[in-house]
């Protein structure tokens, strides 16, 4: 008698089989010459979940694995920090090194830049952006520049919508920023710092996860990575083997405290954010993680939002989609295409109906760039338009949030974002339940290596 697991129980984000559209789209993308088998994917992916279908999605897992690239493919992307850093093109920037006062200031923004940032979007991840906007409208917040309150989501404004708005958004007197994954990865730094210190390896990345947070709190390529290190897959195998989801967003949500305490040196930043991101993820999705990194590390020195994103942008393959996609959003910035029209190009290109499109690492780095060059330096507005356009919104937001508030420091931080979670922050994350915003910012600082 065989014993075989209840395919169909099986979370789609750990099975390889049940997610062969995503590899298939993610393999091309990639530029692997494996067209010529869409049929093949296709009529697997339509399999039901069983055993039989397991195989078959080894045997396209092989094929993918050794498919050669496609001929003229323009990209160079490689997934190595020796590759990575000798694909760079060079930006220099002066930076010079704030006071310590200052430097406290922008740590302390820091943290509650990204978890005011997050908690705007909270409520709307993976609400569809037509939707977002007439809820938006609805309620006198467009363009979005506050919190969508329970107590302004009336019967009327919800009136016709398939997002249920009500039972998403928070009280204006909840008093805390509620567990989430991008907050979560915060502590989860943090953590990592204190047990292993500013030299940590890839490897006492994958313990530090293992040791801190159960499976349910990873998403996608984090998911597959912890199923990897428990199976033995360590660094950077865990990000390689049966990953569909190898370029999509959880990295570039993962690397702020690395930015933070690196202040203007983006180089190092970067360094520990590849340590980080090479764990789970692969090409453009450790390169989204390495840029942001990048951009807070020099925010603390540089207030002008497109050298920040440039110098982010000199710490990542020239020849990469990353590069050219933020390369495309600065050059609409410059030719004066209207914040509308440069969100609804990003629309254009990417099909937020499609999970891959919606979750990718470039698809949502044109949504943060873009969302601090037409925001210039105001909060509210650069959050605002990092969320209200949709995708996932909630990291988009933090992201925002988290180089502007590197960038403004907490004292230029509105109140009404502020105030509104009461220093307190909870997370999944064993021993840090809730914790006090003010002291995270705080046990970061001896962390903070100052250049000369």
Known sequence: MKILPNYDKHPTWERYEKELDVEF?????????IEQYKALFDAVFAMPNNEYKEKMADVLYTLVSEAPMKEGYPYVEPSDLPGIQAARKAYDLEMPMPSDEVLEDKMLG?????????????????????ELQEILKRTNNYPMTRYIDKEDITEEVGKGLSWNIAGCAYPRDFGRMPPDDDTNYMIVALRLLQWHGRDFTSDHVAYTWLGTQVKNAYCTAERIAYRNFVNGYLPPMSAQYKNPYREWIGAQIR???????????????ADMAHRDASISHIKNGIYGEMWVSAMLAAAYGCDDPEKVIRRGMAEIPEKSRTYEALENIIKMY???VSVEDCFADIHKRWDERNGHDWTHTVSNAEIVAASLLYGEKDYARSVGLSVQTGLDTDCNGATVGS????ML????????????????????IMGYNKVSITEMAKKTMPFVKKTV
């Open 25 to 33: 789209k993610q393999s091309v993308e990639e530029g692997k010459d």
């Open 409 to 428: 420091g907490y004292k230029a931080l509105p109140r009404e974002f502020t105030d509104r979670v009461c220093d307190t922050l909870e997370s999944n």
């Open 110 to 130: 820091a943290w509650y830049g990204r978890v005011c940032g997050c908690f705007l979007g909270k409520p709307v991840e993976g609400i569809m952006s037509w």
């Open 255 to 269: 690397g702020d405290v690395f930015g933070y305490i690196n202040p203007c040196d983006p180089e190092t930043a």
């Open 334 to 336: 410059h030719d004066g």
């Open 403 to 406: 180089i502007l508030g590197v």
